[in-house]
């Protein structure tokens, strides 16, 4: 079965520490990659996507994420991060196929103090 | 970005009664919308795929006549948990894709369900 895999659960972190969110999927043909954040009383957002292209993806505020095919890894990375990213984080994977929804990982909740 | 817009934000119902959602599509058609619940400090579970003019897909484990989905349009989508009971409580979350976009979904505010 597709699944995805978040391997942190609860990120505490220094305001301008460096973050890196890991994110491996078992899917094995073509997908498209995301990373969704939802803010503490928001609705979920989307941070970046992956569809083809530059393995390197950047996204809103500062974020990038880097598609490693030969790992079935999508990891977002922060070199700084700030107070304000205290969030939960999604990876998200959908089978390059029309119609199916996004499977996604189990989240990580970020907490960065100031 | 394309916004969806889900109704109510909260509900409290008592057991027993019947509680509707709505999910709308405010500035594009979504010919696929997708109901997900999400559990407290857990991940969203797919639900159900509704597509417009069709009977929805339910996932495994999922009540069909317990949670009832219609797409009547292009821009509305409904989720009608019948007979609801205090383990319904829940976050029941919308998405959307737009007709000509390969993956990406765009998600309503979520509602937030409790049954007494």
């Known amino acids: 079965a597709q699944s995805v895999s978040q391997h942190n659960h609860h990120v505490i972190l220094s305001e301008a520490a460096s973050l890196e969110l890991g994110c491996n999927y078992s899917?094995?043909?073509?997908?498209?990659l995301f990373w969704y954040v939802q803010y503490p009383g928001q609705h979920l957002q989307l941070l970046l996507k992956?569809?083809?292209?530059?393995?390197l993806v950047k996204g809103i505020k500062g974020f990038e994420a880097e598609f490693i095919k030969s790992k079935f890894s999508f990891n977002l990375r922060k070199p700084s991060v700030q107070w304000s990213d205290t969030a939960e984080y999604f990876c998200?994977?959908?089978?390059?196929?029309?119609?199916?929804?996004?499977?996604f990982g189990k989240g990580t909740t970020l907490s960065v103090s100031s | 970005g394309a916004v969806v817009s889900q109704h109510p934000s909260r509900v409290i119902c008592k057991s027993g009664t019947s509680v509707k959602i709505e999910c709308r599509s405010l500035d594009f058609q979504a010919t696929t919308m997708f109901w997900y619940r999400q559990f407290p400090k857990q991940s969203l579970m797919l639900m159900a795929t509704?597509?417009?003019?069709?009977?929805?897909?339910?996932e495994q484990g999922v009540e069909k006549d317990k949670f009832l989905i219609n797409h009547a349009s292009l821009t509305l989508s409904t989720l009608t948990v019948t007979s609801a009971h205090p383990e319904d409580s829940s976050f029941y979350i919308c998405?959307?894709?737009?007709?000509?976009?390969?993956?990406?979904?765009?998600f309503g505010e979520g509602s937030r369900l409790t049954v007494l």
């Open positions: 998405s959307a894709k737009r007709q000509a976009n390969t993956g990406e979904l765009f």
């Open positions: 899917y094995g043909g073509t997908v498209n």
């Open positions: 992956y569809f083809s292209g530059d393995p």
């Open positions: 509704s597509n417009e003019g069709s009977k929805a897909t339910y």
């Open positions: 998200a994977v959908n089978p390059n196929q029309a119609g199916t929804a996004l499977i």
